[in-house]
Each structure stands twice: as C-alpha cells, then as structure tokens.
C-alpha cells in the first residue's frame, strides 16, 4: 500500500517500565461492569432507540445482570432527558441498581445534567474533558494546564451540586481521548480531579481510561493502565474503570489485559456496539471469563433470546460469527472437526466427566441456550462421516454401526456437493431412510416360521416377481437361516458378513434398530430394520441389502421351479435324502434327475447336499455343546472321521477348530 510513511505511533508509554500485569496468566474474578450501550451504543446507531425502545433495552440489561448501567447523555436531547426522569419517576431503577449518566465538563451541561438525575437512587455523574496532544493543539487550542484546568472546574462543580441536589451520587472522571495523552500528563491531570473530589472509605470515586480512539498494542495498553494503578492517589479509594474502543479491533485483550494490570472496572456494550469499530464486546469478556471457570457475574444462558431483542432494538445484526453469540459459531461443517466433536461428546458422556474439554467447542453451547444438534453439527458437501452420524444419532436415534458410517456419510456428501445446499437434519434421515430402509425391492420376505432342531430352521415366505413362495432354510440362527434360505431361493452366494442392534433412543422405546452387511463380490451392501420386534427388524435390514445385489436386481423370477422345489426337499430331509429317493418324489428318472439338477445349479446333487449338511453341522457346534460324534450322526454322517475329512476340505478346518473360533 503507498502512503504509509505518513503514519506515525501516537501513544505514549509510561516513564517507568510497569510489566508486573506479564506475571498473571488469567483474570481470577470478574470486574465491575457497566453496559454503555443506552449511551455510547445508542448514540452509535443510524436511528437512536426511541423512548420505549431505550426502556426495553434498559429491561435487558437488567436481566442480563448489570448493576451499573450508563442511561445517556440527558443534556444532548429531549429524549435523552426525558428517558432517565422516566425511569426515575416510575421507579424503574431497582435498589442493587446504579444508573450513569454523562456530562462534558462544562458548566450548563453539568447543571443540566443534576437537573435531570435528581431523585436517582444511585447515579454515577461521569465527566470528562479531551487531553490529548491532538486535542489540546488543534480543537481546544489551549496549553496542557488550561486543559487540567477544565477538569478540575467541572469536578469542582460536581461536588457542589451534589450536595445540593436530591439523590445519591458517586463521581467518575475520563481524560478522553487518553491513547494520545502523555501517560504522566493524564495521570496528572486524574490527581489534580481526585484532590477535589478527597475520596475515602464511604465515597469512593471512578476514575476512568477510555481508550476513544484505540491507537497501540494491548501490552501497551496494559502497561499505561499498571501506571495509574501503582500511582493514583486515594488508589485504595478509587475504582480504576476502562472504556476500552475497538478500533484495532483489540478491545477484549485491552480489556483483559487491563483488568490484569490493575484495573477494577469496565465499561462496555453488548456485541461490542458503538462509535466506528465500536465498543469492548461485554459478552466475549464476559464469556472469556467463564471458559476458564469464572462466574463473570453475567447471565448469557438465554444467548438467542438477547440476540433477537438486541436486533430489533438496535436495528443492528449479531454477526454469524460473533463470539459465543453467532449463528455459526458452535457450527462444525468440516468431516475432521465434526469427527473430533463426535467423539468428545461420546467420550465425555460415557466418562460422565463434569469438566469440559470437548475438541473445537471451547464452552458447552448448551451453556447459552443452544442445541447440539441444529447449532453444532451441520451437514454440506464438506461433511464427514462423525458429522452425519452424530446428525442421525442425535435426532433420529440412529446410531450407525462404525464400518458403515463411511459409506452413509459420503452418500449425504454427494448430495450437498450436487444439490449446493446445506442439509437439514430431516433431509439428511431421508437420505438415509430412502438408501437404507425404504430402498426400492425386487423381493421382500413377509413371514418368516422358526423352529429350533440343534439349530434354526426356517420356513421362510418370499414375495417375488408377484408370487409368494414358502422356502425352507437352515441355519445357526434366525437370520442366518433367513439368509440361506434367500440364497436358496435365488441361487445366489453372499457372505452375511455384518450385523448390529440397537434400541431406537428416539421416538418410540419399544422399538429396535438392525444394521446388516452383506458382501458379494467384493462389495458390501448395507440394510436396516427398525420394528417393535428385533428378529422381524434382522429381517427386514437383509432384505434390504440383500435386494441391492446387482444379480438380484436383474433377476426377472427365481431358479428354476423345479429346482426350487427339488432344493427345498433337500432342506427339509438332509439327514438321509438319496437321489433315489427324489426320483420318486418328483417322478423322474435318477439319470435324468442327476443330469437336470447339475444343469440347472451348476453342481451335483452331492454336492447340494453336503453344502446343507455341513451348514447344519455349523450351526450345531456353536448353539450347544453335543459331541462331534452326535452332531456328524444327526446331519447324515455315520462316520466321524469321513465328517472331519469333509468340514475339514469345505472350512480349512475341523469341526473342534471351528467350534472353538471366534
């Protein structure tokens, strides 16, 4: 940028190096607030509150917590004027309550400004005078001790119309425009006010450093403020007050640092309103404290309520990313903060831990009103998998099983990314329930019979191709015998490979939630089934994997009829079915028999029949603990050692191993 030459440094360091305040590394108690923002604020905004307005807004406040709060300038308008009688005639002023009002030092502002505080409960007269070099030299054209001067005058006259006006008073003195006054100068000019004023025990003073136009760095801020601290007369009865701008937009760390270099007291507004940059945030330095476990003395739990009426009083907006106070603010949009996020909550919910240490959220949203799940996690095309399913999780009770987050999460990305909007927490389950639950069918199961034989068998009703067909299948439990009986059904070979239930924590407590995996060549299908009943919740989540097999999808009927029946009859007689034995049931010859089943499935009758026998041997030696030798005998094999030698060949291992693994 050209032009910077004409730019000089405009503060003033102190005479002494006061670096004492580098020592503390927190604020331990919170300061003396007083909201400015019917004053300084109001009188910042294009359209100034009207007199309801400013009443409305003073309710705010108050609700807030503020005990001190600056009411105006009632000199500089009629509405100013007529809003402090008001709040003092109708007793609006409650009785822990100490209104301020702000006056130049000049005499018929002063007088006007008694006349329009007396009968105050509790008032702070606050006057001030400019005395920096800029100010004395190009405005006021007046030497350093004709300004002093102003400011001992009007303290002068604040005492002596106090004493004979109606009311409670305490005084306050600003050197304005303090960032471009010599440090010694202002510090000179504070005494020369504080040996008028003679403040003890029971009559304490303010004296406060109002950084007008913020020209320095914090340090050096805080370094003018441990000045006046360790050199103020009367200090142990005087309240050191800060009136900190935001002009290089470091109106919080001159407030904090301020506080930590001595400072009692801190004039600010809500959000930081004001004159150009505006004021000191009260809410960030309120909240600031409170992160690390400080009651700041201030009540933010209601963050949204506040924001709205400060709006509409103000006809001001709260930025999106306003600290603890925006919209966005608690909002994580990226997949890795969404995870980390995720699982803190998780983390500190199953710990039950008091203390607060979640990842990207330095306070608990909840803390000032918000929702973790509308403000916190939000779903766009930058979204990850940890996002999505605390979406799912905290709205719907959806808690998505770990090796199926990936696949759900980059499925809601794609329409954010393609569709360019953020997803709502109800279009975000849509997705998820049109993928996952209500998928288009190719067939359903629509009941299901179980009995238990040293294992599950099921009769099974498939609904396929506008025909119902009651298939049997065998299994080493429900779903499995489910499984194998649509493998059956459609001659088909998958690995149900996956599969977890849990109670729906929403909605209804009855119901449950089942989450199925299944692959087929090399890909994995999800479904999921939600129902009063776990076992028809198992099904209906295969079903829905199942019908997702591209083979499947195409298929136009099932195996052939015959075939079906044929393989059926298997199931049902595995212990000792012989080829002969379905020559007569289905009165064909063996030759022709051998011949069609293998063209039809592409294997033997054999090894049909083997395939059976060692499932239900399967599901024998994990359902109890008969012998080898009991469970070879009940599925078709009298002798063992030939049973081990098969199961061996089929599972690359024995029958003990098997039972035994995991």
């Known amino acids: 940028m050209k032009n910077f030459e004409k730019y000089e440094k405009m503060y003033f360091m102190p005479p002494e190096p006061c670096y004492d305040w580098v020592k503390k590394d927190s604020i331990t108690n919170p300061p003396i607030w007083c909201s400015v923002d019917l004053r300084d604020g109001n009188q910042a905004l294009v359209e100034p509150m009207s007199l309801d307005e400013k009443i409305e807004f003073f309710q705010l406040l108050l609700d807030v917590g503020f005990k001190e709060i600056e009411v105006g300038f009632p000199a500089s308008s009629e509405t100013e004027y007529q809003f402090l009688r008001a709040l003092i005639e109708q007793n609006m002023i409650p009785d822990d309550v100490t209104i301020q009002v702000l006056t130049q030092a000049r005499e018929h502002i002063i007088r006007r400004t008694f006349d329009a505080v007396q009968g105050a409960p509790h008032a702070v007269i606050h006057v001030y005078n400019s005395t920096s070099v800029a100010q004395r030299e190009q405005v006021f054209k007046k030497g350093p001790e004709k300004i002093k001067k102003i400011a001992i005058d009007g303290a002068k006259l604040l005492k002596k119309l106090a004493k004979e006006t109606e009311g409670n008073f305490i005084f306050e003195y600003s050197p304005e425009s303090f960032p471009g006054t010599e440090v010694d100068y202002a510090l000179d000019v504070c005494n020369a006010v504080l040996d008028v004023w003679r403040p003890d025990g029971e009559h304490k003073v303010i004296i406060n450093l109002p950084t007008t136009v913020e020209n320095a760095m914090p340090h050096v801020f805080a370094s003018q403020v441990e000045y006046f601290d360790k050199h103020l007369l009367y200090r142990k009865n005087v309240i050191l007050s800060l009136h900190p701008h935001n002009d290089r937009g470091s109106g919080v760390s001159d407030a904090e640092l301020g506080i930590l270099a001595g400072a009692d007291r801190i004039e600010g507004t809500l959000f930081g309103n004001g004159e150009r940059t505006g004021n000191v945030d009260i809410v960030s330095l309120a909240m600031n404290m409170f992160s690390h476990g400080v009651d700041p003395k201030l009540d933010f739990s209601n963050m949204n309520e506040i924001c709205e009426t400060y709006e509409r009083l103000t006809g001001m907006q709260v930025s999106p990313r306003q600290p ?5 603010v608690f909002t994580a949009f990226s997949g890795s903060h969404q995870d980390a996020i995720a699982k803190g909550m998780s983390w500190r919910e199953e710990r039950q831990e008091d203390k607060w240490t979640v990842p990207y959220l330095p306070i608990d949203p909840k803390d000032v009103g918000r929702r973790y799940d509308s403000d916190v996690i939000r779903i766009n095309s930058q979204s990850g998998k940890g996002g999505v399913n605390y979406i799912l999780k ?233 012998t080898v030798e009991s469970i070879a005998e009940s599925v078709g094999y009298q002798n063992v050692e030939h049973f081990n030698r098969v199961f061996k060949k089929m599972y690359h291992m024995t029958p003990v191993q098997f039972r035994n693994s995991k």
């Open 394 to 626: 905290q709205n719907f009770g959806i808690s998505l099983p770990e090796k199926m987050k990936e696949e759900v999460g980059y499925l809601v990305k794609d329409v954010s990314d393609k569709t360019h909007r953020e997803l709502s927490p109800d279009w975000v389950y849509h997705i998820f329930e049109d993928n996952y639950i209500n998928a288009k069918s190719i067939f359903t199961v629509d009941e299901c019979h179980f009995k238990q034989e040293h294992g599950i068998v099921t009769k099974a009703t498939i609904h396929h191709a506008d025909t119902d067909r009651i298939i049997t299948g065998v299994g080493n439990g429900r779903l499995d015998a489910v499984s194998n009986a649509i493998k059956q059904y459609f001659n088909v070979n998958y690995d149900l490979a996956f599969y977890e239930e849990h109670s729906l924590t929403k909605g209804s407590s009855s119901k449950a939630v089942a989450y199925v995996g299944v692959i087929y060549g090399k890909k994995k299908f999800w479904g999921v089934g939600i129902d009063a009943d776990i076992i028809k919740a198992s099904v209906e989540a295969l079903v829905v994997a199942v019908n997702k097999i591209e083979e499947i999808r195409n298929a136009e009927s099932c195996k052939d009829e015959r075939l079906l029946e044929i393989t059926n009859y298997i199931y049902m007689n595995y212990k000792d079915v012989t080829l002969e034995d379905l020559s007569e049931r289905f009165f064909l010859t063996k030759p022709y028999l051998s011949k069609y089943i293998k063209e039809k499935s592409g294997t033997t009758f054999g090894e049909i029949l083997k395939e059976i026998r060692l499932k239900k041997a399967r599901a024998m030696l994990k359902s109890n603990n008969t």
């Open 324 to 328: 603890y106070a925006g919209e966005l």
